[in-house]
């Protein structure tokens, strides 16, 4: 039942060149509402509907000011929700460990910047693929619960990141504004760029390479994949790799942002990537979804958010109504599920 | 008749609880003493209760990742809606712990999610209703009469909160020795399709579960406000990776079916030695939490073999087979 979803799956990303073009209009309506892609392309939809409805209902909504608001609140999350959808789209739920090691991540940044822009990024990505191949052998190879060996995790990545920085904060000696505040051509910040640029890589891999083929397979059934030959814990690893690369590169665009290091910068970084994953409807049974499904739920929440935000609601009420909207896309999601399984 | 190599695994928690507070005693002049004894059975007492209700929706094969948000949100109201009413505080915390428990429950039931998904929900939500409850600062009461009454020493080393977490394993284990619904909890853990054939409603079980759980988590987030006078938003960090360290070390097997109460007692028993140990060894928070971290790293990674190695060991002793 499910390697012939798959099937239909691939089959529909790649449709025929020799179709008219009015059966390829039919057949792209047919697929965005197909129940695997409903929701994702709903919540573009929506996104479209939100900006709209900014525009309307805020004067300034649409100022380069608040525009840039929303890219530099969607690039960091928005680079963990990547990692986060290889974590659930290779069957392993979510990472709870994103948020500790993102702000281990800033403290690292924060003391390594006096040697260079360079090397302080360096030294935030070897610390996430490290924190990242822990988990991944944990989970990969010793077949571990992987929420619990994530929080296990964070928890000792908090640890040394408290006992590193002493609770305080470390001040970054050195220039990362070409990180924090520098934008490409002067328009849209060098975040954004660096977030897209991840994203679309990183879908690239997952959608057109072996990799992505044996961690889609190994989401779906993890037994199946192994007796295929699959390479399972080598796959679980790279996957794991990454979400903690991703982290770890998250927490640095904080850090560049601030122009410091504090365990507290980065808090929260786990819901907000897994509700990204979530709203977007990639499947938390595993193997079902893109990653860059991810991207469009970072930017629906940000919006969400951005929205909140400039008709004066609290940050409470902010955190609340966020809630609400993944409660109510897993609910859906579950539902869409079910309506497949029948 | 029982090997001598059965009775130690089994009774491993036992052997190290002794073992660890003998070498704490040896080691650190004051680690014996009557204040430090009742010290450790404080936080025995607020480490237990939760401990105890997350044991049992593992022991039915599922998990609640919201008991330590529970804890905050449970001493907050207590505070908030109480003042300096106590009761009527505890009252309203205990009922909305036990609307979150069926909450949980009807999710998972109805939804078929993995309760590790709903309950990731519930405990993000529940730590941003606590921070809204909280609204940036710590709540406080006037009230310390009540704190007095629950953490007066009795006998030097207990306190009324310690006894009740003491009697609240006792019951428990009385239920599941001599229930039916203890042995329907066993079954739904071991194999829950087989035991739903069996006729066991697997749903009202995991309602169960899910309420003790959220229902133990409440009433040890409202006794912690009571008995500190003071509620935050952030007091239930750390004690959920605290509490499944305990009942993992305490024998509970995370697939499910196997455990049982007096293990997870231990298992508590020596989480919380080894933290007080700790800090009167001058370790910072830092370091118990990054100590915490490995050692529930290492007995997630044993969880699975140490519980394929009992289950050869007692496979005829057991109702439970494979």
Request: glycine share 12%.
């Amino acid at each position: 039942m499910r390697q012939a979803r798959e099937t239909s799956h691939l089959a529909s990303s790649t449709p025929s060149r020799t179709k008219t073009m009015t059966s390829a209009v039919g057949d792209f309506v047919r697929d965005s509402v197909q129940a695997d892609r409903i929701q994702v392309n709903g919540i573009k939809v929506v996104s479209i509907l939100l900006i709209i409805w900014g525009h309307l209902s805020v004067d300034n909504f649409l100022t380069p000011a608040n525009l840039n608001a929303i890219m530099y609140s969607v690039s960091a999350i928005g680079i963990a929700a990547v990692g986060m959808a290889f974590i659930t789209l290779s069957g392993n739920l979510f990472m709870l460990s994103m948020a500790a090691t993102a702000a281990l991540s800033t403290i690292v940044f924060a003391s390594t910047l006096h040697f260079g822009l360079p090397v302080a990024l360096l030294s935030v990505s070897v610390l996430g693929i490290a924190i990242g191949s822990i988990q991944g052998v944990v989970v990969g190879t010793a077949r571990v619960n992987p929420i619990i060996a994530t929080i296990a995790v964070a928890s000792i990545v908090m640890g040394v990141g408290s006992y590193v920085s002493g609770g305080m904060t470390v001040a970054g000696k050195g220039d990362a504004s070409w990180l924090g505040i520098g934008k490409f051509a002067s328009l849209v910040p060098n975040q954004l760029v660096i977030f897209l640029a991840f994203s679309l890589a990183a879908n690239y891999w997952v959608e057109r390479t072996r990799f992505g083929r044996e961690l889609r397979l190994i989401g779906l059934n993890p037994v199946t994949a192994a007796y295929s030959g699959i390479r399972v814990p080598r796959t679980l690893v790279i996957a794991f790799v990454i979400a903690g690369f991703s982290a770890a590169l998250a927490g640095g665009l904080f850090a560049s942002q601030a122009g410091q290091g504090n365990l507290k910068l980065a808090a929260g970084l786990d819901f907000d990537a897994i509700a990204a994953v979530l709203v977007a409807g990639i499947s938390i049974r595993g193997g079902q979804g893109k990653i860059i499904d991810a991207v469009y739920g970072a930017i629906f929440l940000a919006l969400i958010g951005n929205l909140l935000l400039v008709h004066g609601l609290s940050f409470e009420i902010q955190l609340m109504v966020k809630g609400a909207v993944v409660v109510l896309a897993v609910i859906l999601a579950a539902l869409i599920a079910r309506g497949r399984v029948h | 008749m029982k090997s001598p190599i059965i009775s130690l695994a089994t009774n491993l928690p036992l052997v190290l609880t002794v073992a660890l507070f003998a070498a704490f005693t040896v080691t650190l002049d004051n680690f014996a003493s009557t204040q430090n004894t009742y010290a450790i059975l404080q936080s025995f007492a607020l480490l237990g209760l939760i401990t105890l209700g997350l044991s049992m929706t593992m022991l039915v094969g599922e998990f609640d990742l919201s008991v330590g948000s529970m804890v905050a949100v449970a001493g907050l109201i207590t505070l908030k809606v109480g003042g300096d009413d106590l009761v009527t505080g505890a009252i309203a915390a205990m009922a909305f712990a036990l609307l979150v428990g069926m909450v949980n429950a009807l999710i998972f039931v109805w939804l078929r999610l993995s309760s590790l998904v709903v309950t990731v929900g519930t405990m993000i939500a529940l730590s941003g209703f606590a921070y809204w409850l909280a609204g940036g600062k710590i709540v406080n009461t006037d009230n310390f009469d009540a704190g007095a009454l629950w953490d007066d020493s009795i006998f030097g080393i207990f306190s009324a909160r310690s006894l009740l977490t003491i009697l609240a394993f006792g019951l428990m284990a009385g239920v599941l020795k001599f229930t039916r619904l203890g042995r329907d909890m066993v079954a739904t853990g071991s194999r829950a399709h087989a035991a739903q054939a069996c006729g066991v409603p697997i749903g009202r079980i995991h309602l169960f579960a899910f309420v003790l759980s959220s229902l133990c988590a409440g009433l040890a987030g409202v006794l912690l406000s009571i008995s500190l006078a003071t509620a935050s938003a952030t007091m239930g960090s750390n004690l959920l990776l605290q509490a499944v360290s305990a009942a993992i070390i305490g024998g509970i097997a995370l697939a499910g079916g196997i455990g049982k109460p007096s293990g997870v007692l231990f298992g508590v028993l020596i989480l919380t030695i080894l933290n007080n140990g700790m800090s009167l060894l001058g370790a910072g928070s830092a370091a118990i939490l990054l100590t915490n971290g490995v050692l529930l790293l290492i007995v997630v990674v044993l969880d699975g073999k140490t519980g394929a190695m009992l289950q050869i060991f007692r496979s005829k002793s057991l109702v439970r087979q494979g």
